[in-house]
């Protein structure tokens, strides 16, 4: 109907979306606040979920960011020593590494920049410049100086350079993604729900996040993480950024529980309907007959301590802090017991 009877082929579908693709967003976020104020929208009850849908793209041209990193390290440390050889054949103090700390080794040691290199490969071809111009260009010592320096050089423009250059475009197109697809830079790989190999094979997609309520769609988001853990927060965001303010309350299921998810929420003053990731996992009676798990152990909230099966008190002793993936801080306490001896539960 809204065709007029009319059916465009794909290459017209392509045109307007190429055409559209500034505005699209803009757009799309017009009508929902022309519902919103039209009271078909209250952002009441907002529902996330999340698909994953393969990208149309070749899945055997994956990079993956840890393998960058440690080609980036061994570059490196071959530029370093390289470095090190040509200052011990041409007898001569550093000078090639310039302001450049580049003595540092390992994993600690500062990468070695693009621009760096093209500097060390300026100052190598300057000093085969100035051993061709010595008189005793003929001595056997300057024939294989000057023999040796030309073959850095090549190393260092054929090799060096365009390596470097190489891996600071991939770890830039990466962000915060430990993948992507090098036909669409977009792609992040994931394991998807319909694995035909039924191998756990890793496919390039997408993770499209979207928000409904009263059956409109009304905020959606391509976070390049490919866990739904990861992409509430983002999503939320971009939804306020757009429509100026958060949903009441969020419906979600388990796969976006987590405690930062949940502190996230209850510090914009948005209620949740959101299972942790155990949930289903605790109703089971493996899990409650299970007794030595802090869930299925009495807890005396004034003496702040859980008490075994075998009578005795876990104690407070402490706490841990350690970063997740997606760098929140998190806290987790410890209780003890003060001596386990002779207890029936050990062996």
Same mark, same amino acid.
């Given at each position: 109907?809204?065709?007029?009877?009319?059916?465009?082929? !794909?290459?017209?579908?392509?045109?307007? #979306?190429?055409?559209?693709? %500034?505005?699209?967003? &803009? $757009? @799309?976020?017009?009508?929902?606040?022309?519902?919103?104020?039209?009271?078909?929208?209250?952002?009441?009850?907002?529902?996330?979920?999340?698909?994953?849908?393969?990208?149309?793209?070749?899945?055997?041209?994956?990079?993956?960011?840890?393998?960058?990193?440690?080609?980036?390290?061994?570059?490196?440390?071959?530029?370093?020593?390289?470095?090190?050889?040509?200052?011990?054949?041409?007898?001569?103090?550093?000078?090639?590494?310039?302001?450049?700390?580049?003595?540092?080794?390992?994993?600690?040691?500062?990468?070695?920049?693009?621009?760096?290199?093209?500097?060390?490969?300026?100052?190598?071809?300057?000093?085969?410049?100035?051993?061709?111009?010595?008189?005793?260009?003929?001595?056997?010592?300057?024939?294989?100086?000057?023999?040796?320096?030309?073959?850095?050089?090549?190393? !260092?423009?054929?090799?060096?350079?365009? #390596?470097?250059?190489?891996? %600071?475009?991939?770890? &830039? $197109? @990466?962000?915060?993604?430990?993948?992507?697809?090098?036909?669409?830079?977009?792609?992040?790989?994931?394991?998807?729900?319909?694995?035909?190999?039924?191998?756990?094979?890793?496919?390039?997609?997408?993770?499209?996040?979207?928000?409904?309520?009263?059956?409109?769609?009304?905020?959606?988001?391509?976070?390049?993480?490919?866990?739904?853990?990861?992409?509430?927060?983002?999503?939320?965001?971009?939804?306020?950024?757009?429509?100026?303010?958060?949903?009441?309350?969020?419906?979600?299921?388990?796969?976006?529980?987590?405690?930062?998810?949940?502190?996230?929420?209850?510090?914009?003053?948005?209620?949740?309907?959101?299972?942790?990731?155990?949930?289903?996992?605790?109703?089971?009676?493996?899990?409650?007959?299970?007794?030595?798990?802090?869930?299925?152990?009495?807890?005396?909230?004034?003496?702040?301590?859980?008490?075994?099966?075998?009578?005795?008190?876990?104690?407070?002793?402490?706490?841990?802090?350690?970063?997740?993936?997606?760098?929140?801080?998190?806290?987790?306490?410890?209780?003890?017991?003060?001596?386990?001896?002779?207890?029936?539960?050990?062996?």
């Amino acid at each position: 109907m809204l065709a007029g009877d009319q059916k465009p082929d !794909f290459r017209t579908v392509s045109r307007f #979306r190429a055409d559209m693709k %500034e505005i699209i967003e &803009e $757009v @799309f976020y017009a009508v929902i606040k022309l519902l919103i104020k039209n009271s078909y929208i209250k952002l009441e009850n907002y529902f996330l979920d999340g698909t994953k849908i393969e990208a149309n793209t070749n899945k055997y041209t994956f990079t993956w960011k840890k393998n960058v990193i440690r080609y980036d390290r061994k570059l490196d440390e071959k530029v370093r020593l390289h470095l090190k050889e040509i200052d011990r054949i041409t007898a001569e103090e550093n000078t090639i590494y310039q302001d450049a700390d580049l003595e540092e080794t390992g994993e600690n040691a500062e990468r070695i920049t693009s621009e760096q290199v093209k500097s060390i490969t300026e100052e190598i071809e300057k000093r085969l410049q100035d051993k061709v111009s010595e008189k005793d260009t003929n001595t056997d010592q300057n024939k294989a100086i000057h023999r040796k320096l030309k073959k850095a050089l090549k190393e !260092f423009k054929d090799d060096r350079v365009p #390596r470097k250059e190489r891996y %600071e475009h991939d770890l &830039e $197109v @990466f962000g915060e993604r430990n993948s992507y697809s090098k036909t669409d830079h977009d792609a992040t790989f994931m394991r998807m729900k319909e694995d035909h190999m039924l191998n756990g094979q890793l496919n390039p997609g997408y993770n499209v996040q979207i928000g409904t309520e009263n059956t409109y769609i009304v905020g959606y988001t391509i976070p390049p993480n490919p866990t739904d853990t990861k992409t509430l927060i983002l999503h939320l965001e971009h939804v306020e950024e757009q429509l100026g303010r958060l949903p009441h309350t969020v419906i979600a299921d388990s796969g976006y529980g987590s405690e930062e998810n949940y502190e996230y929420l209850k510090q914009h003053g948005c209620k949740s309907c959101v299972k942790y990731g155990t949930y289903h996992k605790e109703q089971t009676k493996k899990y409650q007959n299970t007794p030595f798990l802090a869930d299925n152990m009495p807890y005396d909230p004034e003496s702040d301590s859980y008490t075994c099966p075998n009578g005795k008190k876990l104690e407070h002793v402490g706490n841990c802090k350690y970063t997740t993936e997606a760098s929140y801080q998190a806290r987790r306490d410890i209780y003890r017991c003060a001596n386990c001896g002779g207890c029936s539960y050990v062996e």
